[in-house]
């Protein structure tokens, strides 16, 4: 049998009351912090309290206009949280007004009258597009500080929600040793979202095609802007499975922000280590694109830059460049080599793997793409060792032609891209 107060210790375990959920609605762009913990545990006097930094990404003053960013509290039914804030008096938001560069520390002051779990969205008010990628962005840094008979016993980092419609994440639990794996999760959509939870051995067994079978698969139902957070062991989810290693797989019918900790034992208690998940909906490695003449290229994501911003150098691996009217190339950018393999069908294009890409010879001499080149047609084909050293096969699968005027002639090219990542 489980201690109840083990369950108690953690802030992952603050009891789940079940009621009417406010809708609270999900901007593009938000940042969730899948749990605030904050107060007094009861049962073995640790204390908690949530600290955030919150750091203007943009070097220049180009936030001059609504430059306001909103950190926002979240009970667990979604309701605003009226949370005692250090410094700041008790709010469910605040606005920061945040200059270039500058940082800002946001702490609860942990008076809950006890431990007590919420959520929170971190949310730039700012509606104007930017030139610069980081212009209007905020980098958002969260961690617990728990302490005990007024010294601190451990910091424990909360990574930010990635919204995800699936997701995978390690998994352990060990009653004897005291390690329980546990879990917040919050649905980020105004409606009742269903989330499936299936758990697989670190082996596992495999049906006659070869697909791994899960050892169990449960089903949740979280209201909307609802947060939950459990222990895997919780009777609703894993109860049997008290001593156990594998991976948790998750897929929701709308956008969930989750973090996972895994709790571990010390001499004075008990600590916490983040638990990292893969998220399966940004694992995908292949696309189609369309890149303008005069535009520039990472490779890497891929993103074709929205404001033709070529003297952002820092991300590009290719500027698809005009040298005169019939004249134009692909130059290499911020350390990336380009590789030329040729004309490729589709087939021949897919069967290019990691192997042969290793292999080829990297150069950064410039492509050539004037009028009348073998390379400006489709299936040209070649190979870009990005400035981060990933592998990336490219093929033209189709040009777009411009009479500019005489003598100048543009082509703006579908792209064919895989990225081994």
């Known amino acids: 049998m489980l201690i109840r107060r083990r369950y108690v210790l953690s802030p992952l375990m603050v009891l789940f009351v079940l009621c009417a959920f406010a809708a609270t609605g999900q901007a593009a762009g938000d940042k969730v912090v899948p749990q605030v913990a904050d107060g007094p545990n009861l049962a073995d006097g640790t204390h908690f309290r949530t600290k955030f930094d919150i750091t203007n990404l943009g070097p220049f003053e180009s936030t001059r206009i609504n430059r306001t960013v909103k950190l926002m509290f979240f009970r667990q039914n979604g309701d605003p949280w009226p949370i005692a804030l250090r410094g700041r008096g008790v709010a469910t938001e605040v606005l920061l ?104 051995p670190e082996t596992p067994r495999r049906d006659s095609e070869g697909k791994a079978i899960p050892d169990r698969t449960v089903q949740l139902i979280l209201g909307p802007n609802e947060q939950i957070t459990r222990f895997l062991v919780d009777s609703s989810l894993f109860p049997n499975h008290r001593t156990y290693k594998g991976v948790l797989r998750g897929w929701a019918l709308g956008p969930v922000a989750l973090l996972a900790l895994l709790q571990t034992p010390f001499s004075g208690g008990v600590q916490y280590a983040t638990l990292v998940p893969s998220y399966i909906d940004a694992l995908r490695r292949n696309t189609f694109m369309y890149l303008q003449q005069g535009f520039p290229l990472d490779a890497d994501l891929p993103a074709v830059d929205y404001f033709n911003n070529d003297s952002d150098k820092d991300p590009w691996d290719l500027l698809y460049r005009k040298v005169s009217g019939t004249r134009r190339e692909f130059l290499p950018q911020e350390g990336a080599t380009f590789a030329v393999i040729g004309n490729r069908t589709a087939d021949q294009y897919n069967q290019l793997g990691i192997t042969t890409l290793q292999g080829l010879p990297y150069s950064s001499d410039p492509i050539d793409l004037r009028d009348g080149h073998a390379n400006l047609a489709s299936g040209f084909t070649f190979a870009i060792k990005t400035g981060l050293g990933r592998y990336v096969k490219v093929r033209i699968a189709g040009l777009i032609e411009f009479n500019i005027a005489a003598g100048d002639t543009e082509f703006d090219l579908h792209l064919q891209l895989y990225i081994y990542k």
Not at 115 to 126: D, F, H, K, P, W
Not at 176 to 183: K, W
């Open 97 to 200: 007004d945040l200059s270039a560069y500058q940082t800002v520390r946001i702490e609860t002051d942990g008076a809950s009258p006890q431990l007590t779990s919420g959520y929170a969205i971190v949310r730039n008010l700012e509606t104007q597009a930017s030139v610069f990628a980081e212009d209007y962005e905020v980098g958002v840094t969260v961690y617990y500080e728990v302490s005990k008979q007024g010294g601190v016993i451990d910091t424990v980092s909360v990574p930010i929600g990635q919204p995800t419609f699936v997701f995978m994440l390690p998994l352990q639990n060990a009653e004897p040793q005291n390690l329980f794996s546990g879990l917040a999760m919050v649905n980020l959509a105004n409606f009742s979202n269903e989330i499936t939870l299936e758990l697989y």
